[in-house]
């Protein structure tokens, strides 16, 4: 069974400064790694994924995401934030057994970036 | 092009009724998935459908929650005698195929009274 991690629940920023949202998973098996983003009244969209390769994945809107095997992390972040980016913020992981794609996603608990100006 | 779309966008229900949830997954994506977001807490996999069939139901929570997806194309998720544990906006997501990103709809919020 896998799980994930989000500590933070909540994390305040201060309009343009660099932001960090954590995210840990455990597997007994090799994973693939998501970060998606919920604006308000709306649905899903896909930040970014790690499937293979380099560890430093770079996605959407200026957003990036490091995978640690070792810490099994796979930490969010932005050097500079805007107020459109006040959202909530889904990690979710993949069973690497499904054949390379997303079966079910397990989501961690979400955590809301709100940015103060 | 048009994205998952999910109707309705609101329901309630009363305790014990059945009610009928769907969503029309983006054109030409044979897989669709079910998730349910309780408040405060991460969409939780319900259901995976390849196709017509069911590739992995072992996220329904029981044999009240039902899913079909006859045409391969549009899906209905079924609870029967609903409980006001099973308020929670259910999110429907679909992709080109298994090995593809997921594409969510803005899901159905469904409360029991």
């Known amino acids: 069974a896998q799980s994930v991690t989000q500590l933070d629940s909540q994390v305040p920023v201060f309009e343009e400064a660099p932001v960090e949202l954590r995210c840990n998973y455990s597997s007994s098996v090799s994973v693939y790694l998501f970060w998606y983003v919920q604006y308000p009244n709306q649905g899903l969209q896909l930040l970014l994924k790690y499937l293979s390769g380099s560890t430093l994945v770079k996605g959407i809107n200026g957003f990036e995401a490091e995978f640690n095997k070792s810490q099994t992390s796979f930490h969010l972040r932005k050097p500079s934030v805007h107020i459109s980016d006040t959202a909530e913020y889904f990690c979710a992981v993949s069973d690497l057994r499904s054949g390379g794609g997303a079966d079910g996603l397990t989501f961690g608990k979400g955590t809301h970036l709100i940015i103060q100006p | 092009g048009a994205g998952v779309s999910q109707t309705p966008s609101n329901k309630v229900t009363e305790k014990g009724k059945y009610v009928e949830l769907r969503c029309d997954p983006i054109s030409g994506h044979t897989a669709l998935y079910w998730y349910r977001q309780s408040l405060g807490q991460g969409p939780e996999f319900l259901i995976y459908?390849?196709?017509?069939?069911?590739?992995?139901d072992s996220g329904l929570p029981n044999d009240r929650f039902f899913a079909v997806r006859p045409e391969g194309s549009v899906s209905t998720l079924k609870i029967q005698r609903t409980e006001r544990g099973d308020s929670a906006v259910y999110l429907c997501?679909?992709?080109?195929?298994?090995?593809?990103?997921?594409?969510f709809g803005p899901g159905t919020r469904l409360t029991v009274t």
């Open positions: 997501a679909s992709s080109l195929n298994k090995l593809s990103e997921q594409y």
């Open positions: 459908f390849q196709g017509t069939g069911a590739a992995d």
